[in-house]
T-cell receptor, first 115, second 112 residues
Framework: DTGVSQDPRHKITKRGQNVTFRCDPI?????LYWYRQTLGQGPEFLTY????????KSRLLSDRFSAERPKGSFSTLEIQRTEQGDSAMYLC?????????????FGPGTRLTVL | QKEVEQNSGPLSVPEGAIASLNCTYS??????FFWYRQYSGKSPELIMS????GDKEDGRFTAQLNKASQYVSLLIRDSQPSDSATYLC????????????FGTGTRLKVLA
């Protein structure tokens, strides 16, 4: 399978715990994005990388959230001191990074439940 | 005003009919527009992208873009029950950023 992959697919945690999610983009894609989606809403942008550089981060994103893409390949999203409001589907997407075409392809998502 | 607006639906159409899904956006400099299909519990799947005014056809799907009216639509011809899903409109709102702004989606029901 050469699509975007995410791990884990489901995560249940207790409030106050830290969680980390991993995303592996399509191999030739140099842009990687993280979105969050709650029920009945469209995906909400969190952050994106071009290669290893984090180029943009949502102003709405709490300091408890951090993302890395250390070698320009896979990325991790960490949430510290989770809260019940963090419960959502966390989606990763990647794109080829051609200036004229920026079609983003999504992975299957990680569903987080904070108890 | 939201940056990308869609009617949440549900939009119900009979099998074989044309489904018309609409999206408006607020940023006049937006250049790139995308339609995604999302089945319940699954992640969004790209259906169409459109960058220029006019129509773009791909199989049973036609995307229409009118930048002057800040309006993009998706037509689904010969709708099938398997088309029942939520359709998300996404806009890359300006140059210099590659993030998408999504609408809340329109839920489509195709009745057999």
């Amino acid at each position: 399978d050469t699509g975007v992959s995410q791990d884990p697919r489901h995560k249940i945690t207790k409030r106050g715990q830290n969680v980390t999610f991993r995303c592996d983009p399509i191999s030739e894609h140099n842009r990687l994005y993280w979105y969050r989606q709650t029920l009945g809403q469209g995906p909400e942008f969190l952050t994106y990388f071009q290669n290893e550089a984090q180029l943009e981060k949502s102003r709405l994103l709490s300091d408890r959230f951090s993302a890395e893409r250390p070698k320009g390949s896979f990325s991790t999203l960490e949430i510290q001191r989770t809260e019940q409001g963090d419960s959502a589907m966390y989606l990763c997407a990647s794109s080829l990074g051609d200036r004229d075409h920026n079609e983003q392809f999504f992975g299957p998502g990680t569903r987080l439940t904070v108890l | 005003q939201k940056e990308v607006e869609q009617n949440s639906g549900p939009l119900s159409v009979p099998e074989g009919a044309i489904a018309s899904l609409n999206c408006t956006y607020s940023d006049r400099v937006s250049q790139s527009f995308f339609w995604y299909r999302q089945y319940s519990g699954k992640s969004p799947e790209l259906i169409m992208s459109i960058y220029s005014n006019g129509d773009k056809e791909d199989g049973r799907f036609t995307a229409q873009l009118n930048k002057a009216s800040q309006y993009v639509s998706l037509l689904i011809r010969d709708s099938q029950p398997s088309d029942s899903a939520t359709y998300l409109c996404a806009v890359q709102i300006s140059s210099g950023t590659y993030k998408y702004i999504f609408g809340t989606g329109t839920r489509l029901k195709v009745l057999a």
